[in-house]
């Protein structure tokens, strides 16, 4: 019996490395030995870090209500690499619908998550109708469906904060505000110099933090400063920063250098965040050669 247990277990045991191989366990004759039989499609195994080869998943994050009663749907998306840039020009492999292929949405994908970061208006007598925003790469196509579900109600409040809590509408911290230095066209040989310029209310001001002792306190707290960060959002080609950030500002401004890999027409975003709050500005850049 004890055999007979331990040969299960061997045979489970087998089958599941198979598995895992993507190979099925079938019985073979020598004439088709060499040719396992597949289980199917290679699913996403979220334990294993890809640098490359992987595909991007766009997201729906959610939906706005405006104050004139018509809506706005946000999405963003999932590069599952987490070192390979992706570019996915507008079109067959990169589309929204309904209406125009191209409604502005992202064409460069950096990786990993990226949230809130494209948006759809909507008219108020929409409904139970869909956006979907269709995304193909590395052979695999992928869907995000916006709807007006009340479970994914959010407000611009949500998005600024980072999706933390709201504090309420008294809260008197402020977004900062950004504005980019204009620049002259690009070029491909060249790095283009840009000039986040950042102005902040000051607030939050440090936590302090309590000690062990519970009634004492000191003067260590989390800290709180004001930094700028750069995405590339679209383009024809690979974008690279020389300081992508998140960059501590001084003197109230924060200037990166930005290399472009071809000529066209390219969309980036810089983001100021007071620890608490954020403000994200879109600058369009032309690029020669």
């Known amino acids: 019996m004890k055999a007979a247990l331990l040969r ?13 191989s993507g190979q099925a366990s079938v019985a073979q004759t020598p004439a088709d030995a060499q040719a396992p039989v597949p289980l199917g499609p290679t699913y996403y195994d979220s334990a294993i870090q890809f640098w490359s080869g992987q595909d991007v998943v766009p997201t ?29 020009p507008p079109g ?18 950096v990786p990993r998550r ?9 008219p108020k007598d929409f409904g139970d109708k869909e956006v979907v925003w269709t995304l193909t790469s590395h052979g695999r196509t992928e869907k995000a469906t916006g709807k007006l579900v009340r479970q994914l109600y959010i407000t611009q409040r949500l998005i600024d904060s980072h999706g933390n809590l709201s504090p309420g509408t008294d809260d008197p911290n402020k977004p900062p505000t ?4 204009p620049t002259a066209d690009a070029q491909v040989s060249r790095s283009l110099s840009e000039t986040a310029i950042v102005t902040d209310d000051g607030l939050p001001k440090p936590r302090v933090q309590k000690t062990a002792e519970g009634a004492q306190t000191n003067s260590v707290g989390r800290p709180v400063n004001l930094t700028v960060s750069w995405l590339p959002y679209s383009g024809p080609g690979g974008v690279t920063f020389d300081d992508k950030g998140p960059t501590i500002v001084a003197d109230g401004k924060v200037t990166t250098g930005v290399h472009f890999s071809a000529p066209g027409k390219y969309v980036l975003i810089a983001t100021a965040d007071d620890s608490e709050l ?12």
């Open 114 to 122: 990226q949230k809130w970061l494209f948006t759809v208006h909507v």
């Open 60 to 88: 729906f994050d959610g939906w706005i209500q405006n104050s004139d009663g018509s809506f706005t749907m946000v999405f963003g998306y999932f590069n599952r690499n987490y070192r390979e840039e992706l570019v996915i």
């Open 92 to 109: 067959p492999n990169n589309s929204v619908t309904p209406g125009d292929v191209d409604q502005g949405q992202p064409s460069i994908f």
């Open 8 to 20: 299960s277990l061997y045979s489970l045991a087998l089958g599941g490395a198979l598995l895992l």
């Open 178 to 181: 950004i504005e980019v230095a």
């Open 278 to 289: 954020t403000t994200s500005k879109k600058i369009t850049v032309n690029v020669t050669q």
